[in-house]
């Protein structure tokens, strides 16, 4: 049995990392890393102990990277590995493995082993990273690979088993499979990230804290009191001077800490296994809401007019097909051709019934609450005092609410077979901007609420960005939608925007929200948003032109 799961581990994990998305992973890997070990003129930093940094020596830049996978790789390699199940359903792998005697924990525990496989992937990646980035920052040639490498293993490889198991359970369950699934991870993590820095978090957090205490020992042993050095930072931070150096020989971890880390990863074991209590692995006669064909029954053929089922047995006439009686078979009448339909000509603009199809396709499925939930937030932006008021809560309140159905731009027909068959389209430039303009007026409607208290409160400021804001976000996602042919890509880029808008950083508010002192938005100026909408919205159709000229 462990040779099952580790060849079925392995064989998904060499079917994975064939793929091209693969590479783009691993290429932002090398990003991060860089990110992580800025030089030291640089103006920002990733952590940092008030005015001080480590010196770039093996230990520190191992334990640099390594915490900034764990802040960062749970988001990004969640939306990466959540897809084991879903891919399997979508080849009929998992139909073919239902006839199999493999057991579910089985299949449950190979998937995981998969996705740590693929996880730790990236890991590698990274710490090659730390080793050529502390080369390349020459503030200590000398390479410890122990203290390099061992801060992937006890920091980072934990919380990346966590993130495998916590993909897998969210395929299981099916609130949580789709786009929803992908939104609220967004929020876990964030708690996580941030509760996890907590001396009192379980089981260690993300293994931050006897981090920050060996940090401070480092400063203490060379006269810097660590009271006042400063507080401790982990994530991406713009600081205005250089930061000063202090020699740091890494972080020995305790009995007690190895202990919590073991436990860690026994804990994500222990979910990725929780699923075997319902999931079906692939069985109809197993699903819910599914139910098998009766015994001696055979459906009948679309077209027959007749509903229900065929009884197929003894009695039936001799040289009917597969048993089915002959009165059973509907008959097609050379007569019912005589006279064919015709397709009715519709008056009216081809370009306004594209972009009224685009709209319906757009936003169907869409239940009635959803809709009630735009009509309660646009009637609460009308009771909001002072006008510039309603950007700071509302408006991003109102973006944030449409956006499962905004990542379904440039994906569905992929996603829904179609795409082939839109392929004779012969005006694709006019489909395209039609599926944009549907976007558009999806977003334009569910802020039209805060639009309203703008122009109420003669906001003109706050209109201009508003509906710049309502360009980009449709060429956003139209633009990766595209690109990525899923609608996880958009969900992972638009989330941390927005949460950076609503935490006040400026710099990527794309929507008017922040203001200044004198009441100005304070994020990019219009130009720039006007910019790189026209920027993505060509990258989009040469996209497109691209693919036609390629196929």
């Known amino acids: 049995m462990p040779g099952t799961v580790v060849g079925l581990a392995v064989g998904d994990f060499r079917d994975r990392v064939r793929r091209p998305a693969y590479a783009v992973v691993l290429i932002a890997a090398v990003g991060l890393g860089y990110l992580a070990t800025p030089a030291p003129e640089s103006e920002w930093v990733v952590m940092q102990v008030g005015d001080y940094r480590g010196t770039y020596n093996s230990a520190y830049t191992g334990m640099v990277v390594a915490l900034a996978a764990t802040v960062w ?48 992937s990236m890991l590698g990646v990274l710490a090659v990273t730390a080793l050529v980035m502390q080369w390349a920052r020459g503030e200590t040639m000398a390479v410890d690979p122990v203290r390099l490498l061992s801060p992937f293993v006890y920091i980072a490889l934990p919380l990346m088993a966590c993130t495998a198991a916590a993909a897998l359970l969210f395929e299981t369950i099916p609130l949580l499979r789709a786009g929803l699934g992908n939104v609220l991870w967004f929020f876990v993590w964030t708690v996580l990230v941030l509760a996890g820095q907590s001396p009192e978090a379980p089981l260690g957090g993300i293994g931050v804290h006897g981090v920050v205490q060996s940090l401070g020992a ?26 000063k ?100 000509v519709t008056s009216g603009s081809p370009a306004l019934r594209l972009l009224v199809g685009e709209v319906r396709i757009l936003v169907q499925g869409t239940p009635l609450w959803w809709w009630a939930g735009v009509l309660v937030l646009a009637v609460v932006s009308q009771l909001v005092t002072p006008a510039t008021g309603v950007t700071r809560i509302l408006l991003p309140a109102v973006w944030i609410w449409p956006v499962l159905i905004w990542s379904r731009l440039g994906t569905q027909r992929h996603e829904h077979g179609v795409e082939a068959l839109l392929g004779a389209y012969p005006a694709v430039r006019g489909r395209t901007a039609a599926e944009w303009g549907a976007g558009f007026l999806l977003t334009a409607a569910a802020g039209l609420g805060p639009a309203l208290r703008m122009v109420t409160g003669a906001d003109t400021q706050g209109l201009v960005h508003w509906f710049l804001g309502a360009l980009f976000i449709p060429s956003l996602a139209l633009l990766l ?8 890509l958009f969900q992972f880029t638009y989330l941390p925007l927005w949460y950076g808008t609503v935490n006040g950083l400026a710099a990527v508010d794309f929507m008017g929200a922040i203001r200044g002192a004198d009441g100005s938005p304070a994020g990019p100026p219009p130009v720039f948003l006007a910019v790189a909408v026209v920027m993505m919205l060509s990258a989009v159709f040469l996209s497109g032109a691209a693919r036609r000229a390629t196929s």
């Open 245 to 344: 150096t202090f020699d740091w020989q890494g972080f020995d971890p305790d009995p007690a800490f190895l202990l919590g880390r073991c436990a860690l990863v026994a804990l994500a074991l222990g979910l990725a296994l929780l699923p075997a209590l319902w999931f079906p692995r692939f069985d109809p006669a197993r699903g819910r809401g599914t139910r098998a064909a009766a015994p001696g029954l055979l459906p009948r053929s679309a077209g027959t007019g007749h509903g229900g089922a065929v009884p197929v047995g003894a009695g039936a006439p001799a040289g009917s097909a597969a048993g089915v009686r002959d009165a059973d078979l509907a008959v097609v009448r050379p007569a019912a051709f005589a006279h064919p339909p015709r397709t009715s």
């Open 73 to 120: 790789l749970p988001l990004g390699g969640f939306y990466v590995v959540r897809n084991a199940l879903a891919r399997d359903e979508a080849t009929g792998v998992g139909r073919l493995l239902a006839t199999t005697p493999l057991r579910t924990w089985t299949y449950l525990v190979a998937k995981f082993l998969s996705s740590v496989l693929v996880l730790a």
């Open 481 to 488: 939608g595209t690109l990525s042919r899923t609608h996880r």
């Open 218 to 243: 480092g400063l203490a042993e060379q006269g810097v009191d660590p009271g006042t050095a400063g507080e401790f930072s982990l994530g991406l931070t713009q600081i205005q001077e250089p930061l």
